[in-house]
């Protein structure tokens, strides 16, 4: 196909017509396409539901002798502090685990960290004056609603092949005290697929930091979400930091809420000794104790390390040719025009889909304005507000393949129609493609 800016004003009047003619078909068709949440499929949570079953009404009890009925067991159940550890690479008794949600273990960790400080800092972070937070971009949206919340100036960082821009994170925290922190979705970034190479990873570990009570937040949400028999590889990025002399610099969080039931996972932070000790003496405060039926439940239906990854080989199954199909529409409208640019991750949730700069609000519009729903144009960055306006988010897995092949198809013309629409001068109409 040709580059676009190469068809001159007959063929761009041309072509425009033509995108106009197919757009209006889509139109005709009275679409309500949702591609806007990285939500598991009805098929993906069906993989999952004879762990309903489970611990049934007559054992209920974990190895060590815990009746999961019960109140107690601040740190989980032996057998999910075991997944969890070896999932993040650390031993048990690093591992807390807790409700459904990994989003809101990292919201309590910030405002415990925010109300009181952290191990090796100066006390409270937030009598320490303004507060800022790293966010490499593009990203996960409900991160940095957590730090925009609580009050932190939200620092952009761009996203690079192997991880966020280190030169620009060096920068921010070398003198800046201010600087708390840094948000980090490390394998299969939402929503760009980057894993962090090992060089990224030693560089967060090692790096000098103004701030004695910096925190990396390592949310490893797809941890195990891969398509392929080689899925990326990770370091190790607390052995990283006990190697750098930093042991206490990073928390992790992980969750099975995209492995099992997404309403009804279980979730972890591991962290050093001294980190765990120290969120342990708030939580003692805040809970009696988590849900341990729901963890018996995971820890039964999985058994393992093992049995987890292979119940993740079934939702790759189910996940992989989505993902393909997006790719395959793309190349098919797309390829050679020189007007976007896409990802083809190896895991994870997400496509990252680049348009001309100033485009994708309007990319967003067309489609929704026929029924295609798309996350809003800026949401994967601080604010809300994409600097170039060039970023949409595709999540694939929620929708059947026949939906993805329509949506994909009238993303396409949108952004085909942007293009030629800007490159014959004419402005946008978001309410009428004529």
Request: net charge negative.
């Given at each position: 196909m040709s580059d676009l800016k190469t068809l001159g004003q007959t063929g761009l009047e041309a072509l425009e017509?033509?995108?106009?003619?197919?757009?209006?078909?889509?139109?005709?068709?009275?679409?309500?396409?949702?591609?806007?949440?990285?939500?598991?499929?009805?098929?993906?949570?069906?993989?999952?539901?004879?762990?309903?079953?489970?611990?049934?009404?007559?054992d209920y009890t974990a190895d060590d002798g815990t009746d999961c009925r019960n109140y107690g067991?601040?740190?989980?159940?032996?057998?999910?502090?075991?997944?969890?550890?070896?999932?993040?690479?650390?031993?048990?008794?690093?591992?807390?685990?807790?409700?459904?949600?990994?989003?809101?273990?990292?919201?309590?960790?910030?405002v415990r960290a925010c109300l009181f400080g952290v191990p090796g800092g100066e006390g409270p972070w937030v009598h320490q004056g303004p507060l800022k937070f790293l966010c490499p971009s593009p990203g996960y949206d409900r991160h940095f609603a957590i730090t925009?919340?609580?009050?932190?100036?939200?620092?952009?960082?761009?996203?690079?092949?192997?991880?966020?821009?280190?030169?620009?994170?060096?920068?921010?925290?070398?003198?800046?005290?201010?600087?708390?922190?840094?948000?980090?979705?490390?394998?299969?970034?939402?929503?760009?697929?980057?894993?962090?190479?090992?060089?990224?990873?030693?560089?967060?570990?090692?790096?000098?930091?103004?701030?004695?009570?910096?925190?990396?937040?390592?949310?490893?949400?797809?941890?195990?979400?891969y398509f392929s028999d080689k899925p990326d590889e990770l370091a190790n990025i607390y052995a990283a930091c006990v190697e750098?002399?930093?042991?206490?610099?990073v928390l992790m969080f992980a969750s099975t809420s995209k492995m099992s039931l997404a309403g009804s996972g279980v979730a972890a932070l591991a962290a050093s000794p001294t980190n765990i000790e120290d969120a342990l003496k708030h939580l003692a405060v805040q809970t009696i104790g988590p849900d341990k039926l729901n963890q018996l439940r995971h820890a039964r239906f999985f058994g393992g390390i093992g049995g987890?990854?292979?119940?993740?080989?079934?939702?790759?199954?189910?996940?992989?040719?989505?993902f393909d199909l997006v790719h395959d529409v793309l190349y098919e409208e797309l390829d050679g025009k020189?007007?976007?640019?896409?990802?083809?991750?190896?895991?994870?949730?997400?496509?990252?889909?680049?348009?001309?700069?100033?485009?994708?609000?309007?990319?967003?519009?067309l489609a929704a304005d026929i029924g295609v729903n798309l996350t809003n144009a800026g949401a994967p960055f601080p604010y809300g507000k994409d600097p170039h306006d060039h970023n949409i988010r595709i999540a694939p897995t929620f929708p059947r393949r026949e939906e993805i092949k329509l949506s994909m198809e009238v993303i396409a013309v949108c952004i085909q129609l942007v293009a030629v629409r800007q490159l014959l001068g004419k402005s946008h109409n978001s309410q009428d493609a004529d």
């Open positions: 017509q033509t995108l106009v003619t197919r757009y209006e078909g889509f139109r005709e068709q009275e679409l309500a396409l949702d591609m806007t949440r990285g939500k598991p499929s009805v098929r993906q949570l069906n993989l999952s539901n004879a762990m309903l079953e489970y611990p049934g009404v007559t067991g601040l740190t989980g159940i032996p057998k999910m502090k075991k997944l969890f550890a070896d999932l993040l690479e650390v031993t048990p008794e690093q591992v807390v685990v807790g409700g459904n949600s990994s989003l809101t273990m990292m919201h309590d960790a910030l925009e919340h609580l009050g932190f100036e939200l620092i952009a960082i761009d996203m690079t092949d192997s991880g966020p821009d280190m030169q620009q994170v060096t920068a921010a925290v070398s003198e800046d005290p201010s600087v708390k922190g840094i948000w980090c979705v490390p394998k299969y970034s939402n929503p760009t697929g980057v894993t962090y190479s090992e060089e990224v990873v030693q560089a967060l570990a090692g790096m000098q930091i103004a701030a004695p009570d910096f925190r990396i937040i390592w949310d490893n949400a797809y941890a195990e979400h750098a002399g930093n042991e206490d610099r987890l990854r292979a119940h993740m080989r079934q939702h790759a199954e189910l996940i992989k040719p989505k020189d007007i976007a640019t896409w990802t083809k991750p190896n895991g994870g949730y997400f496509v990252s889909l680049d348009v001309w700069d100033g485009c994708a609000k309007q990319v967003i519009q």
